[in-house]
C-alpha cells in the first residue's frame, strides 16, 4: 500500500549553506527604524513643550504670587548687575588715566611715616625734594623728569572765581604729559629759573574765570592766593576721566610754586619717563639706589618714598576693583538667596495645592520624571523671568550709577550672561527639592486628596 507523500512546510526547507551564512534581515531597519527613533525624540520635545507651557500657564494663573516670588529675584540679579557696572566704569576710568601717562613712564611719591612699627599713609611724610628730581635725569634710559606739587586753592580774575588744582611743575612736564597748547606758549626755562609768576590755565579754568567778561585770557592778571600771575598760555581740552576734569587745573613753574605759594623745599611727586617700556625695571632700580644713597637709607631701613610704574598701577587698580567687585557681588548674593528660598517655598505650596492634579496625571500614565519635570520648569521659568527682569533694571540703575559718578558706562558679556546662569541655578537649585518630593508621591493617596 502506497503510503502519501505529505507535502513540507517552509518553514522545513533545508537551507543551503550558502543560504546559512546570509545575515538575518531585519523587518524594522531603514526608513521605519528612523521613524522610530525620531518619534521617540518628537516625543521627548513635546513633553518638554508641553511642560513649559504648563508651567507658563500655572504661573500666569497666579501671577500677583508669582510676581511676589520673583521678585527676590530680580532684585538681587539688578544689584549684582548695577554692582558689575558701577565697578567696571571705575576700573575703565582708572586704568585710562593710568594708560595716559604711557607704559613707560614711574611715578615716585613721598613714603609712609612710621611710629612703634606701624606705617602710616603713603605720602605721610615729606622726602622728595627737587635737587632729588635733578639727580635722577643722570640715569641712563630715562629721557624726562619732572617733580610735582600740588595745591587745591581759589583763583580769581575780577569779580569772578573758581576754586581749582594748581600744580607746579618742570618744563619737561608738557612732554610727559602730552600736553597741547589753545593759545600762548609753555613757560620757558628761564620763567622756571627765575621763578617767574606765570600760569598756564585749563580749559575749565579759563571758561569759569573769563566767559562771563568775554575776555581773552592771554596776558590777563590772575590772582592765586595773594600772589599774582601773569596768564602765558591756555592748555588744550583733555576732556575728563571719570570725575576727575583734567581741564580743571593751572600749571605753574615748579620754583613759583615752591617759593610763593607752598613755600617748602619739598614736592609731592616725581614723574620719570623711560625712553622704552622693556627700560623700566632697570631705570625703577636705579631710582631706588640712588634716593636710598641721597636720603641715607641703610640696608634693611624701610624707604621713605615709593616709585611706581605704569604696569603696576594698573595691577594695583585691577585688583582693587577685583576685591570690590566680590565684596557687592557677595552682597548682593544675600538676596539673590533669599529669592531662591522665596522660590522653594512658594513651588512647596503649589505641590500641596496640586497633590490631586498630580495624582490624575500619574493614573493616565505620567512617569515620575514627568512629573519632577514640569515643576522644575515651572521653577526655572519663573526664576529666569525674574532674572531678565533683574537685569534690565540692574543696567539702568548702573546706567544712572555711572552717569552720575561721571564714570564710562561700560557693559560687557559678563554682564548680559549673569542674569541667565545665576537665574537658571537658583531655578534649578531650589526648585529641586519641591519637583522630586511631587513627583514620588503615592497616585492612589494624591488622588484621595481633596
Do not use: C
Not at 525620531?38 to 494663573?61: D, P, Q, T
Not at 627765575?194 to 585770557?217: E, K, Y
Request: proline share 4%; hydrophobic share 45%; net charge positive.
Amino acid at each position: 500500500m502506497s503510503r502519501a507523500i505529505r507535502p513540507r512546510r517552509p518553514g522545513n526547507l533545508v537551507k543551503t549553506p550558502a543560504q546559512s551564512a546570509q545575515p538575518a534581515v531585519n523587518p524594522y531597519a531603514g526608513p521605519i527604524a528612523d521613524f522610530m527613533q525620531n518619534g521617540k525624540s518628537a516625543r521627548r520635545s513635546n513633553a518638554i513643550g508641553a511642560s513649559f507651557g504648563s508651567a507658563l500657564e500655572a504661573l500666569w494663573a497666579n501671577r500677583l504670587r508669582s510676581l511676589l516670588t520673583g521678585l527676590g529675584i530680580f532684585i538681587g540679579v539688578a544689584a549684582v548687575i548695577a554692582a558689575l557696572t558701577l565697578t567696571q566704569g571705575a576700573s575703565a576710568s582708572i586704568n585710562s588715566r593710568i594708560s595716559s601717562l604711557g607704559t613707560n613712564s614711574i611715578t615716585v611719591s613721598n613714603g609712609a611715616a612710621t611710629n612703634g612699627g606701624v606705617f602710616g599713609a603713603v605720602g605721610s611724610v615729606q622726602s622728595l625734594t627737587v635737587d632729588d628730581a635733578v639727580s635722577l635725569e643722570k640715569i641712563p634710559h630715562v629721557t624726562a623728569v619732572s617733580p610735582i606739587v600740588t595745591i587745591t586753592t581759589q583763583v580769581v580774575y575780577g569779580n569772578q572765581n573758581w576754586n581749582t588744582r594748581v600744580q607746579g611743575v618742570d618744563l619737561s612736564y608738557q612732554t610727559i604729559q602730552s600736553w597741547d597748547m589753545a593759545q600762548g606758549v609753555w613757560f620757558s626755562q628761564f620763567d622756571q629759573s627765575a621763578g617767574s609768576p606765570v600760569a598756564l590755565i585749563g580749559q575749565t579754568v579759563a571758561h569759569s574765570l573769563f566767559d562771563a567778561s568775554g575776555t581773552n585770557p592771554l596776558g590777563q592778571t590772575i590772582r592765586i592766593r595773594d600772589q599774582l600771575f601773569r596768564v602765558l598760555g591756555v592748555l588744550a581740552s583733555k576732556g575728563t576721566q571719570g570725575a576727575l576734569d583734567q581741564d580743571d587745573v593751572v600749571f605753574v613753574p615748579i620754583t613759583t610754586a615752591i617759593t610763593r605759594l607752598k613755600n617748602s623745599t619739598y614736592v609731592d611727586q616725581i614723574q620719570v619717563q623711560v625712553d622704552n617700556a622693556s627700560d623700566v625695571d632697570q631705570v625703577q632700580q636705579s631710582i631706588k639706589a640712588i634716593l636710598e644713597q641721597r636720603h641715607r637709607i641703610t640696608g634693611g631701613a624701610p624707604d621713605d618714598f615709593r616709585s611706581l610704574s605704569s604696569n603696576q598701577l594698573l595691577q594695583t587698580a585691577n585688583q582693587f576693583s577685583s576685591i570690590l567687585t566680590i565684596l557687592l557681588v557677595g552682597i548682593a548674593g544675600i538676596s539673590l538667596t533669599v529669592g531662591g528660598i522665596g522660590i522653594m517655598n512658594i513651588m512647596l505650596v503649589s505641590v500641596t495645592e496640586r497633590t490631586r492634579e498630580i495624582g490624575i496625571r500619574m493614573s493616565v500614565g505620567a512617569r515620575q520624571r514627568d512629573i519632577r519635570n514640569q515643576f522644575l520648569i515651572e521653577s526655572l521659568t519663573l526664576s529666569l523671568v525674574g532674572g531678565v527682569i533683574g537685569m534690565i533694571l540692574g543696567l539702568l540703575i548702573g546706567f544712572a550709577v555711572t552717569h552720575a559718578a561721571g564714570l564710562p558706562f561700560v557693559v560687557s558679556v559678563t554682564s548680559i550672561l549673569t542674569p541667565f546662569i545665576v537665574s537658571s541655578a537658583i531655578g534649578v537649585v531650589f526648585g529641586l527639592y519641591p519637583a522630586v518630593r511631587a513627583s514620588k508621591l503615592d497616585p492612589i493617596v494624591a488622588l484621595r486628596t481633596e
